[in-house]
């Protein structure tokens, strides 16, 4: 298998592997099922070319002969990303389709059917993404004039267990029915590039939008989203998991807006956005003692309360500190962090309003 062109380091600045996409498999499925259905030997392993030039080998999981079709199956490894899909079976049947039909595609058992608009590939289709399909196209068009025979060509991709694996993903509240999406722009998955979970803050604002909502909610966590959804009379499209990505959500609907939003998150992260940090992530962003020391200050903290918030050890401990001494650091907190959302998005057609809960998920404060 060819190298990645650069591998990711972590935070003890050990590499990470790479892997490949669900894209990337299914095309690599798709090309050695291709050679089964046309030649009568499967290749194996199967080299495919990805959009960035570079050709991994991949080898068979599976396969299967049959009278008018052939299927092969391929194990997605995702290298070191924290991705659902790793170690999953992409498989690919391919029939002969009368001539003129070209190529088609279909959604096998475990992948998604999309029902909503908003997103890439319109409803009724099956959620295997442009990229995806295109490489398909391609590879199927190349293999089909080298072996002598016509590109019309049924498609069908499957997931082993991917209905069950996808309620671990936005498919559900994107309105992607049955199973999981074949994704990949570049058929390679760079170990906790965030990507993918930007792609799919990305997607949640799209059918948002082609849902005609008026209000999306970005919220940091489970305990977060749950608390919104206690105050927030709104559907279960308008909740986006934004996780530690405040900027990602930010960005996509300055471009993309939507009249209202609301930020929901614990204390740490919600300090983080109000001091400016657009990543909420423990090892990109710290919570700043002296700045929270500065705003209790200006809220009538004394030296003393200052110093013990300089000495803090966790934004947790700040806030029982100040709750103690009747400091509404919280309510400032969220003001500031309001402010700073509406600086990034400079768009006074937003109505930015932040939401700030304890460890329990319980709401203490509101811009």
């Keep these: 298998m060819v190298a990645s062109t650069q591998d990711s380091v972590n935070e003890n600045g050990t590499a990470l592997k790479r892997g490949w996409t669900t894209g990337a498999c299914a095309t690599a499925a798709t090309s050695a099922a291709l050679y089964g259905l046309f030649s009568g030997a ?36 995702a290298g070191d990303d924290p991705d659902v899909t790793h170690g999953a079976m992409v498989r690919a049947t391919v029939r002969q389709l009368p001539e003129g039909s070209g190529v088609q595609f279909k959604a096998g058992k475990g992948v998604g059917m999309v029902t909503k608009p908003g997103l890439p590939i319109p409803p009724g289709e099956p959620a295997i993404n442009p990229v995806p399909r295109k490489m398909m196209i391609e590879h199927c068009e190349k293999i089909c004039a080298e072996l002598g025979a016509r590109a019309d060509i049924e498609i069908t991709i499957s997931v082993d267990n991917g209905e069950a ?7 559900p509240r994107l309105g992607i029915v049955g199973g999981l999406s074949i994704l990949g722009t570049t058929g390679i998955v760079v170990p906790f590039s965030c ?7 990305h997607r949640g604002i799209d059918v948002a ?26 559907p279960l499209e308008a909740y986006l998991d934004m996780g530690d990505f405040a900027g990602g959500l930010l960005k996509y609907l300055k471009a ?22 657009l990543d909420l992530h423990s090892g990109r962003s710290q919570v700043g003692f002296d700045w929270l020391a500065e705003q209790a200050q200006s809220l009538g903290a004394d030296e003393a309360l200052c110093s013990d918030i300089r000495a803090a050890n966790t934004a947790k401990q700040v806030l029982e500190l100040c709750t103690e001494a009747d400091i509404d650091i919280a309510q400032r907190i ?34």
């Design 42 to 77: 499967f290749k194996d392993p199967i080299q495919i070319t990805l959009p960035g030039g570079q050709t991994p080998d991949f080898a068979l999981a599976a396969e299967e002969p049959g009278d008018d079709f052939a299927m092969c199956g391929i194990v997605k490894d």
């Design 195 to 201: 990507a993918a979970w930007i792609h799919s803050i």
């Design 334 to 367: 969220a003001v500031l962090a309001a402010e700073i959302a509406q600086g990034v998005l400079r768009n006074n057609d937003i109505h930015v309003s932040v939401l700030v809960t304890d460890r329990k998920g319980v709401i203490i404060a509101e811009s």
């Design 256 to 277: 993309n807006p939507v009249p209202n939003l609301t930020i929901c998150g614990g204390f740490a992260k919600i300090t983080k956005l109000a001091e400016g940090h």
């Design 209 to 234: 939008r082609a849902e005609g909502l008026t209000h999306v909610v970005g919220s940091t966590g489970d305990a977060s989203e749950k608390a919104a959804q206690k105050r927030l009379d709104l």
């Design 165 to 171: 694996l996808a309620q671990q993903t936005w498919n």
